[in-house]
T-cell receptor, first 114, second 111 residues
Framework: EAGVVQSPRYKIIEKKQPVAFWCNPI?????LYWYLQNLGQGPELLIR????????DSQLPKDRFSAERLKGVDSTLKIQPAELGDSAVYLC????????????FGPGTRLTVL | KQEVTQIPAALSVPEGENLVLNCSFT??????LQWFRQDPGKGLTSLLL?????REQTSGRLNASLDKSSGRSTLYIAASQPGDSATYLC??????????FGTGTRLQVFP
């Protein structure tokens, strides 16, 4: 069974440029999460989807970050414009529906903003 | 607000040693606790998941314990190997359905 797929794995951009990350969850997983991991820190939740609906986006900086999961499968996380402080690893995870099911993580996208 | 702390932040040991990694959390109202491994440049691999009603879980050379009342968990690694070198993250799942991570313990096992 394929795991969570993310692309690109690495991205280098200049500040003020837009960037987008893509995630394909494990087949059959209706719940999808985006996490931000700063260097030397644990991941922090940005947004959680149940199918197409964002059920928790309280930690998403909505002035520059946006996310979508239009068909309830793949998801895209976008930053526009990127700032130096956005350099981090962006992790996607998925689980079966519900609040308390085990989450499975993708390899992440490492973003560097110059 | 739930806070998760991991001690030590870094650990370097010779091969063959038995190790204990510590995790503490401030709110004992958790649904489960999970230990992850993260290799450089890689995602998170789940090692062990302990439900709140359980005291411990074992997988191979790994054993994780949970004392929910005191807000503590330990990950025991027996007979460490260089391949165990990685960052180990502890995370608790609260009843709000949110997974809260510690900052990790970076482990290096040298031959």
């Amino acid at each position: 069974e394929a795991g969570v797929v993310q692309s690109p794995r690495y991205k280098i951009i200049e500040k003020k440029q837009p960037v987008a990350f893509w995630c394909n969850p494990i087949s059959g997983h209706n719940t999808l999460y985006w996490y931000l991991q700063n260097l030397g820190q644990g991941p922090e939740l940005l947004i959680r989807y149940e199918n197409e609906e964002a059920v928790d986006d309280s930690q998403l900086p909505k002035d520059r970050f946006s996310a979508e999961r239009l068909k309830g499968v793949d998801s895209t996380l976008k930053i526009q414009p990127a700032e130096l402080g956005d350099s981090a690893v962006y992790l996607c995870a998925s689980s079966t529906s519900g609040d308390y099911n085990e989450q499975f993580f993708g390899p992440g996208t490492r973003l560097t903003v110059l | 607000k739930q806070e998760v702390t991991q001690i030590p932040a870094a650990l370097s040991v010779p091969e063959g040693e038995n190790l204990v990694l510590n995790c503490s959390f401030t709110d004992s109202a958790i649904y489960n606790l999970q230990w992850f491994r993260q290799d450089p440049g890689k995602g998170l691999t789940s090692l062990l998941l302990i439900q709140s009603s359980q005291r411990e879980q074992t997988s191979g050379r790994l054993n994780a314990s949970l004392d929910k009342s005191s807000g503590r968990s330990t990950l025991y690694i027996a007979a460490s190997q260089p391949g165990d070198s990685a960052t180990y993250l502890c995370a608790v799942l609260g009843y709000q359905g949110k997974l809260i991570f510690g900052t990790g313990t970076r482990l290096q096992v040298f031959p």
